[in-house]
């Protein structure tokens, strides 16, 4: 295992379609977290999972947003009725939740919406 | 919420020489965790150093040393002997003891040959 794997890389849409990404965390670690991240700026929180469990939801996550971590391995995030401004970059990260709680990051997926 | 903020859009140094990178923070908790991270260019986010709020000895791994000043709310970043694979995004995080990170918002540092 190498690392957390995200799919896909890039991701062009038109407005108003839905995208899916895909997160692969690490494979012992039991916490996984979505970033999103414009331009120029630092990640901003999405949501978090603690196993299977959702357990943090960032005001940021609007009703189109939804993710899943259905077993406890990898994640989804789902945008539906894309919009211009959903156009960024899309982190996830995972963590085994020990001591300082070290996130190790994929390398994300960007979304551009037209 | 935690609020952390860098105050240097952009920084510059020369091949071989010493820059500092910036970092404040606003928390009420005692117990908590400083992070910086480095994102190259389209290349993922990778941690440079970390540092316990409750260790009085400031963190260093090799080239990069931090300062921290618990006091003040102040937790920068030094590298020493800058390299050309330093160029990137250096962004500086909180964690309490809640699961989430809070960033930044980025200090991008060129290195001039």
């Known amino acids: 295992d190498t690392g957390v794997s995200q799919d896909p890389r890039h991701k062009i849409t038109k407005r108003g379609q839905n995208v899916t990404f895909r997160c692969d965390p690490i494979?012992?670690?039991?916490?996984l977290y979505w970033y999103r991240q414009t331009l120029g700026q630092g990640p901003e929180f999405l949501t978090y999972?603690?196993?299977?469990?959702?357990?943090?939801k960032s005001r940021l996550l609007s009703d189109r947003f939804s993710a899943e971590r259905p077993k406890g391995s990898f994640s989804t995030l789902e945008i539906q009725r894309t919009e211009q401004g959903d156009s960024a970059m899309y982190l996830c990260a995972s963590s085994s939740g020990l001591g300082p709680g070290e996130l190790f990051f994929g390398e994300g997926s960007r979304l551009t919406v037209l | 919420a935690q609020t952390v903020t860098q105050s240097q859009p952009e920084m510059s140094v020369q091949e071989a020489e010493t820059v500092t990178l910036s970092c404040t923070y606003d928390?009420?908790?005692?117990?908590?965790?400083l992070f910086w991270y480095k994102q190259p260019p389209s290349r993922q986010m990778i941690l440079v150093i970390r540092q316990e709020a409750y260790k009085q000895q400031n963190a260093t791994e090799n080239r990069f040393s931090v300062n921290f000043q618990k006091a003040a709310k102040s937790f920068s970043l030094k590298i020493s002997d800058s390299q050309l694979g330093d160029a990137a995004m250096y962004f500086c995080?909180?964690?309490?003891?809640?699961?989430?990170?809070?960033f930044g918002g980025g200090t991008r540092l060129m290195v001039k040959p």
């Open positions: 494979s012992e670690h039991n916490r």
């Open positions: 999972f603690q196993n299977e469990a959702q357990l943090e």
């Open positions: 995080a909180y964690r309490d003891a809640g699961n989430m990170l809070t």
């Open positions: 928390t009420s908790e005692s117990d908590y965790y």
